[in-house]
């Protein structure tokens, strides 16, 4: 069986040491602290130029909840028009109402606009109300697969929801598990799932490169990058399983 990793990419070094280690595929996110929110054209542009890998930006204008108004629906269309225009593989979307279901309209309307990308339905899905009629939703709109945690904080967790969703899907689409997905817990993961993607920040923080830290500030600047020896144990075990 062959089992897909992604990664997610909140640098440019944390992208090419994901692809480095292994990984099949990057989600580009800005601002991790706010869950994931899109990236600068030039983050985009670059990761394009540097990474052989498939490449998914993150269409999320903002954090917060997944409920947006005409301006915000009009930048994730710009935005999906630069993955497209820069040679991305697909995007990352996910579009709520405010009553907990998929907003079918919009969200299919972001599916059409951007074909022929691929797209991947994010964790807006584990704010909904009814799962089952939320993945029924996604494959009818055009989603290709479905990043979840089953629900719950953590992808280990929500694993028993997890497997229930992949049985329900029939093969009609990929859910991947994710969050908090590692080392540690990959081939749990797999065998109380039976998923065969899987998304993980596999996250380490990087000091910052000043040798000079102001006292008053009171600050360490540190960055979000890739552990890539976690990605790479989580793809050994993961062909060993």
């Known amino acids: 069986m062959k089992f897909i990793l992604e990664v997610i990419g909140f640098t440019i070094e ?44 993150m269409i999320r204008p903002r954090g917060g909840d997944f409920v947006y108004d005409d301006d915000e629906f009009d930048i994730m269309k710009t935005d999906i028009d630069v993955c497209k225009n820069l040679g991305c593989e697909g995007a990352v979307f996910g579009v709520l109402t405010n009553a907990g279901k998929v907003d079918k309209k919009r969200c299919g309307a972001l599916v059409e606009y951007a074909y022929p990308l691929g797209i991947t339905f994010h964790r807006a899905f584990d704010r909904t109300i009814d799962p089952f009629e939320a993945l029924d939703d996604i494959i009818e709109i055009g989603c290709e697969r479905i990043l979840t945690s089953g629900q719950r904080p953590t992808g280990i967790e929500g694993a028993s929801l997890i497997r229930q969703l992949i049985e329900y899907a ?40 000043m040798d000079y830290k102001k006292p008053e500030m009171n600050e360490s600047l540190e960055s979000v990058s890739v552990d890539g020896d976690e990605v790479r144990k989580i793809i050994k075990q993961l062909q060993e399983h």
């Open 170 to 209: 029939n093969e009609r689409i990929i859910i991947m598990p994710g969050s908090g997905v590692s080392a540690n817990n990959i081939i749990d993961l797999a065998k109380k799932t039976t998923a065969v993607e899987f998304h993980t920040s596999a996250k380490k923080m990087i000091p910052g490169k």
């Open 14 to 57: 944390g992208c090419i040491i994901a692809q480095d280690a292994g990984a099949n595929r990057i989600e580009l996110c800005d601002n991790p602290s706010e869950g994931g929110t899109t990236a600068s054209y030039g983050f985009i542009k670059t990761a394009r130029e540097k990474l052989g890998i498939d490449l998914y930006p």
